[in-house]
């Protein structure tokens, strides 16, 4: 028996992390592959060597997977939306855990934009 690996790649033809396979010959690694369900191709290795790549068993659709921003009103939020203040008074609260003095945060408090600027 050898090691054999299959790699599943995704939508944008990323491959994945690998999947270890105990077959004898390349002809049983490759029936193996063919036997996964899968959309889209996958690769057959035997150590360093590339063994085949075999074809999605399943019709794929004919989109690309890309991540896009949801618009500000479909964003869910865990509870009521916070103000600027309150952003704010956040910021500084994290500055202070995180050891600033208080002339860097007058200092971040400078280069901030206030709401007449925004």
């Known amino acids: 028996m050898s090691d054999y690996r299959i790699y599943f ?3 944008n033809g990323h491959v994945g992390r690998p999947w270890p396979l105990q077959c004898g010959r390349d002809e049983e690694a490759v029936a193996a592959a063919h036997e996964l369900e899968h959309r889209y191709p996958v690769e057959v290795w035997h150590l360093d060597r590339f063994v085949r790549l075999v074809e999605p ?3 794929r659709p004919d989109v690309r997977l890309v991540e896009t921003p ?3 009103a479909q964003v869910k939020r865990h509870g009521p939306v916070p103000t ?3 952003n704010y008074a956040n910021a ?3 500055l202070k855990r995180l050891g600033l003095s208080e002339a860097q ?3 971040f408090r400078r280069s901030t934009p ?3 600027e925004v």
Do not use: F, G, W, Y
């Open 114 to 116: 206030s709401d007449q």
């Open 105 to 107: 945060i007058k200092a």
């Open 57 to 59: 068993t399943r019709r």
């Open 70 to 72: 949801r618009p500000a």
């Open 92 to 94: 500084v609260a994290v």
């Open 9 to 11: 790649q995704d939508a």
């Open 84 to 86: 600027p203040e309150e």
